[in-house]
């Protein structure tokens, strides 16, 4: 009997970064479980691209201010395939571009749900599941984070900069918590990519605005995310945790 594939659990798979991580851990070997919040379509065509590759695919609707949906998705994943090898802590989300001095509790209460409180918790959960101290099999945490984090993005979102400055520090932290257990956790740090998050900060084109100042000149690809997510998880990357690796065209 063959041995059973690898699994993959890819938070915000549906799009961007997290759909490109997924269809890619399919073409190398992985079932892949991914979440997605509302957009039902765009995860059925993650799933045929996925099956597509010959691999099985489970896609699960989570809203990552939930700590309920957390904890039911990874229910989900393990009663699916059994066994989650690596996770992928990719979902985030942006508020319109504004100065701090017009933020209002609302926004930052949104921003520091999904994008720090989610991810923690979602962490957590890969902890409980993979921890050789608690009967699991070991694994790796790979967690999104911005160059943003580096930047601060003033005049735009530094509330986002500033999660995702958090999901550095937790990445660090996690890495030296666990690597007793098991666990290898590390980061990469996106620079100006392609993706309609910048839809959500209003500036649909601000990759193309700010490619002038990219030392390579252009914008890059969720697929070039991808390939550095896909390292991290592999054992290629054995010795390495606690690592935040910028993708970012140089900057």
């Known amino acids: 009997m063959a041995d059973k594939s690898p699994a993959i659990l890819v938070t915000g798979g549906s799009r961007g970064i997290g759909a490109a991580v997924a269809e890619l851990a399919a073409l190398d070997g992985y079932d892949v479980c991914f979440s997605y919040r509302s957009r039902k379509a765009d995860a059925d065509r993650v799933c045929a691209a996925v099956e597509e590759a010959g691999r099985q695919a489970l896609a699960v609707e989570a809203d990552f201010s939930s700590e309920g949906d957390i904890v039911d998705l990874w229910r989900q994943a393990i009663d699916a395939f059994g066994v989650i090898h690596a996770l992928v802590n990719n979902v985030g989300v942006l508020e319109p571009q504004k100065r701090l001095v017009d933020f209002d509790e609302k926004r930052l209460q949104r921003i520091f749900d999904v994008n720090v409180i989610g991810a923690i918790l979602c962490a957590r959960e890969a902890v409980r599941h993979m921890s050789t101290q608690r009967g699991g099999a070991g694994g790796a945490i790979v967690n999104i984070s911005s160059i943003a984090a580096r930047f601060g993005s003033p005049g735009e979102?530094?509330?986002?900069?500033?999660?995702?400055?958090?999901?550095?520090?937790?990445?660090?932290?996690?890495?030296?918590?666990?690597?007793?257990?098991?666990?290898?956790?590390?980061?990469?740090?996106?620079?100006?990519?392609?993706?309609?998050?910048?839809?959500?900060?209003?500036?649909?084109?601000?990759?193309?605005?700010?490619?002038?100042?990219?030392?390579?000149?252009?914008?890059?690809?969720?697929?070039?995310?991808?390939?550095?997510?896909?390292?991290?998880?592999?054992?290629?990357?054995?010795?390495?945790?606690?690592?935040?690796?910028?993708?970012?065209?140089?900057?």
């Open 157 to 251: 979102y530094i509330d986002y900069a500033a999660s995702k400055g958090s999901i550095d520090t937790m990445t660090v932290g996690l890495a030296k918590e666990v690597a007793g257990e098991g666990i290898r956790v590390n980061a990469v740090r996106p620079g100006s990519i392609y993706t309609d998050i910048h839809a959500s900060g209003g500036e649909p084109g601000r990759v193309d605005r700010v490619k002038a100042h990219v030392p390579l000149q252009r914008g890059g690809r969720p697929a070039e995310i991808a390939e550095a997510v896909l390292w991290l998880i592999a054992d290629r990357a054995s010795y390495t945790t606690g690592a935040i690796l910028d993708v970012t065209g140089g900057l």
